[in-house]
């Protein structure tokens, strides 16, 4: 069983920063990529950011720049730093994990950030 914990989301004023954090539970993944997707009010989800183990990163083109992943393999950990804020950025974000041949997939229940002054 699989469990996805996410942490970091809430409220902050334009400019601001915020961290989020996604604890995955279960099996190896060593062979899994990592990573958060945003929905935001009336969007379709998106790809925000995606890590694998290695530690390659794929970054949205809207966030490159300002976020910044990281992944702690030992805790099966993966971190998202989010600088330079931006109402646009308001969203639920979710956790994402998923083998690197796309398949089994897992997401987390989501956390809401709104940016808004």
């Known amino acids: 069983q699989v469990e996805l914990v996410e942490s970091g989301g809430g409220l902050v004023q334009p400019g601001g920063s915020l961290r989020l954090s996604c604890v995955a539970s279960?099996?190896?993944?060593?062979?899994?990529?990592m990573g958060w997707y945003r929905q935001g009010p009336g969007k379709e989800r998106e790809l925000v950011a995606h890590?694998?183990?290695?530690?390659?990163?794929n970054y949205g083109d809207s966030v490159r720049g300002r976020f910044t992943i990281a992944r702690d393999n030992a805790k099966n950990t993966v971190h998202m730093q989010m600088n330079s804020l931006k109402p646009e950025d308001t969203a639920v974000y979710f956790c994402?994990?998923?083998?690197?041949?796309?398949?089994?997939?897992?997401w987390g229940q989501g956390t809401q950030v709104t940016v808004s002054s």
């Open positions: 890590i694998t183990s290695g530690g390659s990163a």
């Open positions: 279960g099996p190896n993944f060593s062979h899994y990529v």
């Open positions: 994402k994990v998923y083998h690197l041949l796309g398949a089994p997939a897992y």
